[in-house]
């Protein structure tokens, strides 16, 4: 059995003017030179970054992503965006299902799995969240919540190789908390059997990513805990030093 080769992906949810462009030069140049080590690395810019992006990674080994989009390919949905205008504009990969997303826009699961299916459709590689709240995991529900979540975001139908699971728990992202290394384990154990019970043997390699105040002093712990495939990173994605830091867990 081979494990799934790392992705560290970094979320600028809406932070981001064209000036921050040299940040993601920075990023780019220090993962060219290995600072990633075997893992992938990829960054999230608003929607606004994503073309400028994309030109900024051309032909280097430093993938573009989105922050979501629409389940259909066009139509009067203004201001909406499709996945397949994100792939025309050089994204490769989108996040979908946020809990930002599910709390500011009301996403529920159905149109999780309806956004993840759009993307996965126009050749993106969709990077799914989810994640329980305090309240959830004090009663003892987050695998439950979390299996809910699952169930109703993915599809076994999915080509199981574009799909990206981000384990984040509300009540860590942007506040410098963090789960135990053994509640993350379990947690990612849970979410790998629920995805071999999905996609047979290729559930194994359907990388699990560890979401929430993850910096480079606690990445080497989280990113030790098995079946964690990597991370998504909120604020330290913001700064290529920081970023970088947490990428060198893979060097
Ligand atoms: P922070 O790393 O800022 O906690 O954000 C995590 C996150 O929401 C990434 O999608």
Known sequence: MTAPRPLVAGNWKMNGLKGQLAELSAIRDAVQAGGAGRAEAAICPPFTLVAAAAEVCKGAPLAVGAQDCHANVSGAHTGD?????????GAAYVIVGHSERRADHGETD?????????????GLTAIVCVGETQV???????????????????DGDFPATNIVVA???????????????????DMHAFIREKLETLYGRKGVDVRILYGGSVKPSNAAELMGVKNVDGALVGGASLKASDFMGIAAVYR
């Open 81 to 89: 965006v499709s996945a397949q205008m994100l792939a025309d504009a």
């Open 110 to 122: 159905a149109v999780v799995r309806a956004k993840a299916a759009a993307a996965l459709k126009a």
């Open 136 to 154: 959830e995991r004090a009663s003892g529900a987050a695998l439950a919540v979390v299996g809910g979540q699952l169930d109703g975001s993915l």
């Open 167 to 185: 384990y984040e728990p509300i009540w860590a992202i942007g506040t410098g908390l963090t789960p135990t290394a053994a509640d993350v384990a």
